[in-house]
């Protein structure tokens, strides 16, 4: 039983290159979670999918877009990167279908950095 | 918009002693609050989860309270180890807002 797994676990792009973070779940959740965090700013939600075929903006969506492939497997997409993308990123899951009120469950990050 | 705030930013405490990290929030209509514990370089993870209806939860040395009609909650950590050293986080789940968290505090056990 793995958790929550997310690949890469670094990454380093030029501006203006595209990648995708790869998120997958073992736990069976219906709720999945990206998120970033940035020094001072703590954790903020970039997208979210409530349930399969579903998703959903945080507050911090704009540059980014995603995908449910799906229960398992949630992924974020850089389609041009930028300086300000320079963050750690963390995918979450959690068991709740809709209101999200069950614990959350993090990977391990990725770290990205974009020149 | 619901905005949640820890205080201290840091702390550093000698082993043993028992402690309070606090963590406050504007909007007092929460479905739940949790505490996370982040080790440097590590992702986050989930101490204890309070829901609304509830004034407190326990696990081991951790406890954690919950006062919905002030806008607070505090994490007490009996006698402290080193081990305990992390970042602290909280989170409140509000209305159909996801997670909402504090920016944290550094947590540094001496021994």
């Known amino acids: 039983n793995a958790g929550v797994t997310q690949t890469p676990k670094f990454q380093v792009l030029k501006t203006g290159q595209s990648m995708t973070l790869q998120c997958a779940q073992d736990m069976n959740h219906n709720s999945m979670y990206w998120y970033r965090q940035d020094p001072g700013m703590g954790l903020r939600l970039i997208y979210y999918?409530?349930?399969?075929?579903?998703?959903d903006k945080g507050e911090v969506p704009n540059g980014y877009n995603v995908s449910r492939l799906n229960k398992r497997e949630f992924s974020l997409r850089l389609e041009s990167a930028a300086p300000s993308q320079t963050s750690v990123y963390f995918c979450a899951s959690s068991e709740a279908l809709q209101g999200m009120t069950d614990t959350q469950y993090f990977g391990p990050g990725t770290r990205l950095t974009v020149l | 918009k619901q905005e949640v705030t820890q205080i201290p930013a840091a702390l550093s405490v000698p082993e043993g002693e028992n402690l309070v990290l606090n963590c406050s929030f504007t909007d007092s209509a929460i479905y739940n609050l949790q505490w996370f514990r982040q080790d440097p370089g590590k992702g986050l993870t989930s101490l204890l989860l309070i829901q609304s209806s509830q004034r407190e939860q326990t696990s081991g040395r951790l406890n954690a309270s919950l006062d919905k009609s002030s806008g607070r909650s505090t994490l007490y950590i009996a006698a402290s180890q080193p081990g305990d050293s992390a970042t602290y986080l909280c989170a409140v789940i509000s209305g159909n807002t996801p997670l909402v968290f504090g920016k944290g505090t550094r947590l540094s056990v001496i021994a």
């Open positions: 999918s409530a349930s399969e075929g579903t998703t």
